[in-house]
Nanobody, 119 residues
Framework: QVQLVESGGGLVQAGGSLRLSCAAS????????MAWFRQPPGKEREFVAV????????SYADSVKGRFTISRDNAKNTVYLQMTSLKSDDTAAYFC????????????WGQGTQVTVSS
């Protein structure tokens, strides 16, 4: 089985920065694609960013493009989300997810880490 553990969330003022981490352990099914999603209070979960195994291809939601950067360190089985110029609209629970080869849906999810941006 796969375990994903997020960390790095917290309370930050608008305009500030945070870096989230997601560490994978267990059977990681290399090569795997990783993504970040978020769920704002009272809203549906939404896509934030995705990165391929090599890190050569990334994609972002329009709402975070230019402010957030996804990266990964395969030696550490860890994916990161660097968030800058944070806005109150970025307040959400952030989840990482793993897409293993041959699958079309994210089968493995972390427990989430809360990001709260105060205005």
């Amino acid at each position: 089985q796969v375990q994903l553990v997020e960390s790095g969330g917290g309370l930050v003022q608008a305009g500030g920065s945070l870096r989230l981490s997601c560490a994978a352990s267990g059977r990681t099914f290399n090569p795997y694609q990783m993504a970040w999603f978020r769920q704002p209070p009272g809203k549906e979960r939404e896509f934030v960013a995705v990165i391929t195994w090599s890190g050569g291809i990334t994609s972002y939601a329009d709402s975070v493009k230019g402010r957030f950067t996804i990266s990964r360190d395969n030696a550490k089985n860890t994916v990161y989300l660097q968030m800058t110029s944070l806005k109150s609209d970025d307040t959400a629970a952030y989840f990482c997810a793993m897409l293993i080869p041959g699958r079309t849906r994210y089968d493995y999810w972390g427990q989430g880490t809360q990001v709260t941006v105060s205005s």
